[in-house]
């Protein structure tokens, strides 16, 4: 079954107000452990100062230019004076609205509940959030907090984000966490895409949805295969042996995705639509340390 | 030699498989029959063979299994729809054994054999040469009769009794070359046939032109039986005519070739009972067939009709009415709280009687102050009054030639010579019985309730009719009509083979007619009536809503019982050559069902896919 064309949130409220539930009390895991106060967050780990936090003895390797000679000359002793590093509590949320994410109404409703469940978890840890709508070019949604009240347009975006490099360019946050829902089902070159995802994030995600129908397709003796996208047309016996040569290059897929995702820091995290939609089982967004 | 061979009688309507084709295969290229499924990348699935940067391709697409399955079913309808078959071959071609059911087939002299015993014989003999034959019974009675299907052999001696009234055996070969083309005939009879005998015809007659004696018509009125007797042999015959209840014999002497009425008197006391008449030949030898020695009579129905006198009439028309029906014994007045036969009413208005006489310009009484509170009177007590002649009359009379314009019962024998007939200028309703000039005098017609209405324009104080004998005869008509219109059969006997007309009470939907020979047969009827036609002489026992009738048929006939004609005669049909009969069998039914298999296994094929999507 495929989803309307003008897909709307009416469309999907059951969809969010399910996802809204299930990511009550949900936090968005930090890619380190923060403390701070106010709302400010700052790391554990020292690195170029922004705000001094202690001061450690002196360690063959250290940096010299950062011992304080003036506690030398009051104590002779060789003190490295530390500062905190200071992580943005900030994220951004990407929904992929290319019409291969509309293939089946279950996946498109599975993506839609994924970015309520990260936008309200990000909200319940108070962090600053955009949420960007990946349709052709990048819309920041006014209410990325408030699910209920996105506007986002319809699935229909006749390429994935992979296709269109140069238009993966929304105003992320720096140092942020970039969360990027959706399918990778192109046939590009996932490089580009991967490293503008991880360009100047603290943590970069790609969560790649995939409905049961795309990772176990029916066998069919007669059956016209589209393209969500480019619309091209193959008719096709799907045999076991068609069915076999599928997903020996799904595999192939989905492994060059995830080989590019490990060598650019993003985690790559494949997902089935059916644990999305109609029910919401989020197990792998704790197990993969996304939510806490 | 192929041992079948297949065909089409209706071979041109194969023809309707190519638009059925085109029809199918346009479907599937318009529709797409394919099962049509949106992925998210199409690059992952197998590329279709063909090179894309060809140009312009042309993609053999090959229809998928269940375009096969309804393409094959389609063409199986329209084959089974040509009328398919399969011929067989066999030895010899059917036979169709056409037996002679007449009467005369029982004739035979006292310890002799009759046609009937000699031709079963000769039937099994020939049968028992060709056992592998197949055979069909057709009975020739009045109307041919197929007993049998030819598939397997069936006795056929409870069928074949000699008992009906004649034998139609043109009608008997005609049923037999329509139910089994190219068969042979076997006919058996009591002489030669009168048709014309086609080569591969054998007839086998045992007949012999024996003396007899018999009853070949009888009719019963009301008191009396005439009879016609025959003696069709060649010497006098003393006879005796015996009639029961009673056994009142009546000594007759019957000259050679002699038919002669007698009239018998019906005892009082059977006047409303059957009666049996048996003629008694004193020669036995000279009397073959016995089955036309003896008649059953039913008492017709001739009881006084009961009528009834609507109170409105004016003295002189009453005068009129009871000048013809006082005295008359057919007539009776109708007693309190009884239906009439007849209601005798100055106006169309409803009535339960079953005839209702509509005298239209008769003088009426003088309407009351108050019709409302006045209704017409019946009781014919309060009609003795003398109150003058309505002269106040709208409706001028005149007067014309008469004619019968349409023959029925009620015009039957009525005179109209010096007859005066003054009519008003009505047009009356119905089929007009008698015209005077040009206006309608007599009509008739059967109402929405199956009653019989009679329309009378008439003016008796300008009409010498009461003094006419036209008068008492049209009521004396009028009471026949009546008693055939009465409930029930409208004879009490009738000849076999004869229509007989019978209404049903009110209500009653159907007839139940038990036969002779005791078996019941149920008759639908229409509009409260129905009609059939007798075929087994005897007496038939007739039920319906609660009324119960018998009627007598004779299955008299002089023909038959004149057995001068009769004779042995042989004809054998042309030499069977031992050669392949293609015997053809219809196939049509065969693929009526193969079609049904194929649609089911697409029914599943289509269920295990989920349905189509188009």
């Known amino acids: 079954m495929t989803a309307p064309a003008a897909t709307a949130i009416p469309y999907f409220r059951s969809a969010v107000e399910r996802a809204l539930a299930a990511a009550g009390g949900v936090e968005l895991t930090a890619p380190a452990q923060v403390s701070g106060i106010d709302g400010r967050r700052t790391g554990r780990r020292t690195g170029n100062a922004l705000e001094f936090s202690e001061y450690r003895e002196y360690r063959p390797g250290d940096d010299l230019r950062r011992i304080d000679w003036r506690v030398y000359a009051r104590s002779e002793q060789l003190m490295i004076k530390q500062y905190s590093e200071e992580i943005d509590p900030r994220c951004d949320v990407i929904l992929d609205h290319s019409a291969s994410m509309a293939v089946t109404e279950r996946k498109a409703s599975a993506a839609i509940s994924l970015a309520a469940i990260f936008a309200t978890a990000a909200a319940n840890s108070g962090f600053s959030l955009n949420l960007w709508h990946a349709a052709g070019t990048f819309r920041k949604d006014p209410s990325p907090a408030s699910p209920l009240l996105w506007d986002f347009p319809p699935f229909e975006t006749p390429f994935s984000p992979s296709a269109n490099p140069a238009s993966f360019s929304g105003q992320f946050f720096r140092r942020g966490i970039r969360i990027l829902v959706t399918d990778l089902m192109g046939p590009d070159d996932p490089a580009p895409v991967l490293s503008r995802l991880a360009d100047g994030a603290k943590r970069a995600v790609a969560v790649m949805v995939l409905d049961p129908l795309e990772l176990e397709p029916e066998l069919d003796p007669n059956v016209m295969l589209i393209d969500a996208e480019t619309g091209e047309e193959r008719e096709l016996v799907l045999d076991e042996g068609a069915l076999a040569r599928y997903h020996e290059r799904l595999e192939h897929h989905r492994a060059m995705w995830a080989t590019a995702a490990a060598s650019r820091g993003v985690l790559l995290l494949p997902l089935s639509a059916a644990d999305f939609y109609p029910e919401i089982r989020p197990d792998e967004l704790f197990h993969a340390g996304l939510l806490k | ?614």
């Open chain 2, 1 to 614: 030699m192929n041992d079948f061979f297949f065909g089409f009688e209706h071979s041109l309507l194969l023809w309707c498989a190519l638009p059925v084709f085109l029809v199918l295969l346009l479907l599937y290229l318009l529709h797409r029959r394919s099962k049509v499924r949106i992925v998210s990348a199409i690059f992952l699935w197998d590329r279709p063979q063909g090179s894309p940067n060809s140009g312009t391709r042309i993609r053999l697409r090959f229809p998928p299994a269940v375009f096969y399955l309804e393409l094959a079913a389609l063409l199986l309808l329209t084959a089974a729809l040509a009328a398919p078959f399969v011929s067989t071959p066999e030895t010899f071609p059917p036979l169709a054994v056409i037996l002679d059911d007449s009467m005369s087939m029982q004739a035979k002299v006292p310890g002799g054999r009759s046609p009937l015993e000699s031709g079963a014989d000769f039937i099994k003999r020939e049968l028992r040469a060709l056992p592998d034959r197949r055979v069909l019974w057709i009975v020739a009675g009045e109307t041919p009769t197929l007993t049998s299907d030819s598939n397997a052999r069936t006795d056929f001696t409870p069928f074949w009794t000699g008992q009906a009234a004649s034998s139609d055996l043109a009608a008997a070969a005609s049923l037999a070359r329509r139910m089994a083309r190219g068969c042979h005939l076997l006919i058996v009879t009591d002489r030669k046939p009168a048709i014309e005998l086609a080569p591969d015809t054998t007839c086998f007659s045992a007949g012999a032109p024996l003396g007899n004696s018999a009853i070949v018509n009888a009719r019963r009125t009301s008191g009396r039986i005439l009879i016609e007797a025959a003696n069709f042999s060649t010497l006098p015959a003393d006879a005796a005519l015996v009639l029961e209840p009673g056994s009142l014999r009546t000594q007759i002497r019957l000259e050679p070739k002699e038919t002669r009425r007698i009239v018998l008197a019906v005892p009082a006391a059977a006047a409303r009972e059957a009666v049996t008449v048996r003629l008694e030949n004193a020669d036995a030898s000279a009397n073959a067939l016995l089955c036309d020695d003896e008649v059953v009579l039913e008492a017709e129905d001739d009881s006084p009709v009961s009528y009834r006198i609507a109170g409105t009439f004016h003295a002189d028309a009453r005068s009129a009415l009871d000048r013809v029906l006082n005295g008359n014994p057919s007539f009776r007045p109708a007693l309190t709280g009884e239906t009439p036969d007849l209601d005798i009413l100055p106006a169309e208005v409803e009535s339960p009687a079953p005839v209702h006489l509509f005298w239209l310009s008769a003088p009426m009484k003088k309407p009351a102050a108050n019709p409302a509170s006045n209704p017409p009177q019946t009781d014919q007590a309060e009609n003795s009054e003398a109150n003058p002649p309505q002269s106040e009359d709208p409706a001028p009379s005149a007067a014309g030639p008469l004619s019968i314009e349409n023959a029925s019962i009620l015009s039957r024998g009525l005179p109209l010579d010096s007859l005066q007939w003054a009519v008003s200028a009505n047009e009356l309703p119905g089929q007009t019985i008698l015209r005077s000039g040009d206006v309608p005098a007599i009509s008739t017609r059967q109402n929405l309730n199956h009653d019989r209405e009679i329309f009378l324009n008439l003016d008796p104080t300008r009409s010498n009719i009461t003094h006419h004998p036209f008068w008492p005869v049209f009521f004396q008509n009028l009471a026949q009509t009546v008693r055939t219109e009465r409930f029930g059969p409208a004879r009490a006997n009738l000849q076999s083979g004869e229509l007989l007309h019978v209404r049903l009470p009110r209500g009653a939907q159907s007839l139940t007619a038990v036969r002779p020979d005791g078996k019941s047969m149920e008759i639908q009827a229409m509009r409260g009536q129905t009609d059939f036609r007798p075929a087994l002489h005897g007496v038939w026992r007739l039920e319906s809503g609660g009324g119960k009738w018998s009627v007598g048929v004779m299955g008299l006939r002089a023909e038959e019982s004149d057995l001068s004609d009769a004779g042995s005669f042989r004809q054998d049909a042309d030499k069977l050559a031992v050669m392949p009969f293609w015997m053809l069998r219809p196939l049509a039914w065969a693929f009526l069902l193969l079609a049904a298999l194929l649609l089911a296994a697409h029914h599943v094929l289509l269920a295990g896919k989920g349905g189509r999507q188009c």
